[in-house]
């Protein structure tokens, strides 16, 4: 796993992690990081585990049950826990680099990735909108193949992929397209069948207006837009429904005819999914040639190096991780 933001909760929340790994049967695993960082991190929560720098992540599974493992990724500056600086952003990049990497290689079974903070990076010169894009980028790289990733957010509750993520709420309607909103959607099912062994998968499709847009009448993006967008689905073999009104798609009795909701912006997507499980939900990226997931949640600036962290989110990124790796591995 990476590092993430050195000055947020990643350091805390591996560190808790690790600290818990016999009681939850944790599976294996090491952290690209400052050796520092996370020394210092430990000793300020009083978590008493012992950290050991390696040489290759071959190491790993040897001194796993010992150490928490370690491939050392040296920080520029020493950090403050709530006080990010970018002079470290190069390390955080270059972890997360290092990671999807090893993983491409099958030197490691997926990348856990710890949260980072976007607005850090884009001042140390960061070009790409998020985590996403930026596996997107060194997948094409290493494959020489294009990649489309595709963000989920996943629960026991619930699954959702936004179709459009970071942008603009008055910008959704002209990014949103036919081709688009079929693309994400293969994308999804895909993923669902190979990483999540769901024989056949139902996807739900949201509208984009209230109603759905009450046929038209309040908006004519879900008649134009979205509907066609689930015809074709639907004849290329895909069990897809929609549009259907966002406001009744997410209670309980909704949730059990869908395996996954394809939102049509991020907040339609992530409000639900966060209000059903804050402390447990994952972020997957979907359409990668590696598993990748993270915690479903931030920075937080707020509590960093105060112990108030909770590692939930973390280890359900953890344990779907090395479960989507087996399935993958299964998979024809």
Same mark, same amino acid.
């Given at each position: 796993?990476?590092?993430?933001?050195?000055?947020?909760?990643?350091?805390?929340?591996?560190?808790?992690?690790?600290?818990?790994?016999?009681?939850?049967?944790? #599976?294996?695993?090491?952290?690209?990081?400052?050796?520092?960082?996370?020394?210092?991190?430990?000793?300020?929560?009083?978590?008493?585990?012992?950290?050991?720098?390696?040489?290759?992540?071959?190491?790993?599974?040897?001194?796993?049950?010992?150490?928490?493992?370690?491939?050392?990724?040296?920080?520029?500056?020493?950090?403050?826990?709530?006080?990010?600086?970018?002079?470290?952003?190069?390390?955080?990049?270059?972890?997360?680099?290092?990671?999807?990497?090893?993983?491409?290689?099958?030197?490691?079974?997926?990348?856990?990735?710890?949260?980072?903070?976007?607005?850090?990076?884009?001042?140390?010169?960061?070009?790409?909108?998020?985590?996403?894009?930026?596996?997107?980028?060194?997948?094409?790289?290493?494959?020489?193949?294009?990649?489309?990733?595709?963000?989920?957010?996943?629960?026991?509750?619930?699954?959702?992929?936004?179709?459009?993520?970071?942008?603009?709420?008055?910008?959704?309607?002209?990014?949103?397209?036919?081709?688009?909103?079929?693309?994400?959607?293969?994308?999804?099912?895909?993923?669902?069948?190979?990483?999540?062994?769901?024989?056949?998968?139902?996807?739900?499709?949201?509208?984009?207006?209230?109603?759905?847009?009450?046929?038209?009448?309040?908006?004519?993006?879900?008649?134009?837009?979205?509907?066609? @967008?689930?015809?074709?689905?639907?004849?290329?073999?895909?069990?897809?429904?929609?549009?259907?009104?966002?406001?009744?798609?997410?209670?309980?009795?909704?949730?059990?005819?869908?395996?996954?909701?394809?939102?049509?912006?991020?907040?339609?997507?992530?409000?639900?999914?966060?209000?059903?499980?804050?402390?447990?939900?994952?972020?997957?990226?979907?359409?990668?040639?590696?598993?990748?997931?993270?915690?479903?949640?931030?920075?937080?600036?707020?509590? @960093?190096?105060?112990?108030?962290?909770?590692?939930?989110?973390?280890? @359900?990124?953890?344990?779907?991780?090395?479960?989507?790796?087996?399935?993958?591995?299964?998979? #024809?």
């Amino acid at each position: 796993m990476t590092m993430g933001e050195p000055a947020g909760i990643g350091p805390d929340i591996t560190l808790m992690a690790y600290a818990q790994r016999v009681r939850r049967k944790l #599976p294996p695993f090491a952290v690209i990081a400052d050796v520092g960082l996370l020394d210092e991190r430990a000793r300020r929560l009083r978590i008493p585990i012992a950290i050991e720098r390696i040489a290759t992540i071959d190491d790993a599974s040897a001194c796993f049950e010992r150490a928490l493992p370690v491939l050392p990724i040296a920080l520029s500056v020493p950090v403050v826990p709530g006080s990010p600086d970018p002079a470290n952003a190069a390390a955080v990049l270059a972890a997360i680099e290092l990671g999807a990497g090893l993983a491409l290689a099958g030197r490691a079974a997926a990348v856990v990735t710890n949260p980072i903070a976007k607005k850090t990076l884009y001042e140390a010169g960061f070009t790409h909108p998020g985590h996403t894009e930026f596996l997107g980028e060194i997948a094409e790289r290493a494959t020489h193949r294009p990649a489309t990733p595709v963000m989920m957010l996943t629960s026991d509750e619930l699954r959702v992929v936004p179709a459009t993520v970071h942008i603009p709420l008055r910008d959704v309607p002209a990014a949103l397209t036919i081709e688009r909103i079929v693309a994400v959607a293969e994308i999804t099912a895909a993923a669902l069948h190979r990483d999540f062994a769901i024989a056949a998968p139902r996807l739900a499709i949201a509208g984009l207006n209230p109603h759905a847009g009450e046929g038209g009448s309040i908006g004519r993006e879900d008649e134009e837009i979205v509907r066609p @967008a689930v015809e074709a689905l639907v004849s290329r073999g895909i069990k897809a429904t929609g549009p259907h009104s966002a406001d009744t798609l997410f209670h309980a009795a909704a949730r059990k005819s869908y395996d996954a909701v394809i939102a049509m912006y991020h907040d339609q997507a992530l409000i639900p999914l966060k209000t059903l499980a804050f402390d447990t939900g994952v972020n997957v990226t979907l359409g990668l040639p590696f598993v990748r997931t993270s915690p479903d949640h931030g920075t937080a600036f707020d509590i @960093a190096g105060t112990g108030k962290a909770s590692p939930e989110s973390f280890v @359900a990124a953890l344990e779907l991780a090395a479960r989507l790796a087996r399935n993958r591995a299964r998979s #024809p």
